[in-house]
């Protein structure tokens, strides 16, 4: 393990986001910016199926999906950029494996979603509800990112090394 | 600087300042507050800026009330992470800058929520409020990059 962490830390991104005065700063902006966004269509789209937004067709509301799409892309990129910063300061941190657990199940998720509901949904009339597997897995979702984000933001907090 | 002090000497802002859960916390909720006020502004102003089209104004009208509630948790828990620390953030400019850009992104939100009320359903949206979609979501975005800026440039404690 300890060979793996070296060589992630040694990799020629590792060296940027150490040697680059700003690389850090820039990956965190860029981080917070792109969770904005997932977490903004996350909410739309779970609420819509748990029938929070009564009025809006299921299609149309489905139809935002792409934006978390590039908004989790940003999150991934940033975060592995953090990763490599620093990597022991994240394989030594209990929150950071809770955080990879929930957003590897809210990854799988969304792919069955993808793949099992949403040509079915997307289909839905605007008064219909939406079946009862789907309003859970949209309820599951929301608690898996918020946790996630969650989980994110106290990774200083339960760093066994000081950190920032 | 004499109510700065103060405040940052009440017994709860030293409480907020030392407990060791109360900070995690207050942070907790602003990163939470700020995805949902943040990303739901954003979803409001690509409706507004044409995307997705079936979106109803009724839907709009849903998001911009929990946009507000993730706002209102961030003004408390902004203002509670504030008390601890406000001597020392008064004239740091990154955070004047957030400041300013959330005063400017809240009037321009509030803007584009009353036009879109007085619009009819299928009414197109007129270019002056395309434009505020622009400023609003651009407003939120230095938000975000300067709170985190002032992480950075925030003078230490002692």
């Given amino acids: 393990m300890d060979d793996l962490l070296r060589w992630v ?3 020629p991104l590792g060296h940027f986001m150490r040697e680059t005065g700003n690389a850090f700063p820039v990956a965190e902006m860029s981080h917070f910016i792109s969770l904005s966004l997932l977490m903004g269509v996350m909410l739309v789209v779970d609420l819509r199926i748990l029938g929070v937004f009564k009025q809006a067709s299921y299609s149309s509301v489905l139809k935002l999906i792409p934006l978390a799409i590039v908004g989790f892309a940003i999150n991934l990129i940033s975060g592995v950029c953090f990763i490599v910063t620093n990597p022991f300061l994240y394989f030594t941190n209990p929150a950071f494996y809770w955080k990879l657990t929930f957003i590897l199940l809210g990854g799988l998720n969304a ?21 009862a597997l789907a309003r859970v897995m949209a309820a599951a979702s ?23 | ?51 997705p089209r079936g979106l109803t104004l009724e839907a709009f009208h849903r998001m911009s ?3 507000l509630w993730g706002f209102a948790v ?42 879109v009320r007085g619009l ?7 270019l002056s409020l395309k434009i505020t ?10 938000a975000i990059v300067f709170g985190r800026l002032v992480a950075y440039t925030i003078k230490p404690p002692f």
């Fill in chain 2, 74 to 115: 961030n003004a408390v828990s902004g203002f509670m992470i504030f008390s601890t620390e406000a001597t020392r953030v008064i004239d740091n400019a990154e955070f004047l800058i957030k400041m300013a850009a959330i005063l400017i992104g809240g009037l321009s939100v509030w803007y584009m929520m009353r036009t």
């Fill in chain 2, 1 to 51: 600087m004499g109510f700065l002090t103060w405040l940052q000497e009440t017994e709860f802002a030293q409480f907020l300042a030392s407990d060791p859960y109360a900070y995690p916390v207050l942070l907790c909720f602003h990163a939470m507050g700020m995805a949902t006020v943040v990303g739901l502004v954003w979803v409001m102003s690509a409706r507004v800026l044409g995307y």
């Fill in chain 2, 133 to 142: 979609a622009v400023v609003t979501s651009a407003a939120w975005f230095i």
């Fill in chain 1, 142 to 164: 929301l608690g898996m990112w918020t946790l996630v984000l969650l989980l994110g933001r106290l990774l200083p907090t339960f760093a066994p090394v000081a950190g920032g």
């Fill in chain 2, 120 to 126: 009819r359903a299928d009414a197109g949206f007129p």
């Fill in chain 1, 9 to 11: 830390r040694d990799t």
């Fill in chain 2, 65 to 67: 009330t929990i946009a």
């Fill in chain 1, 111 to 131: 792919l069955w979603f993808t793949f099992a509901e949403h040509r079915l949904i997307s289909g839905l009339p605007t008064d219909a509800r939406a079946p």
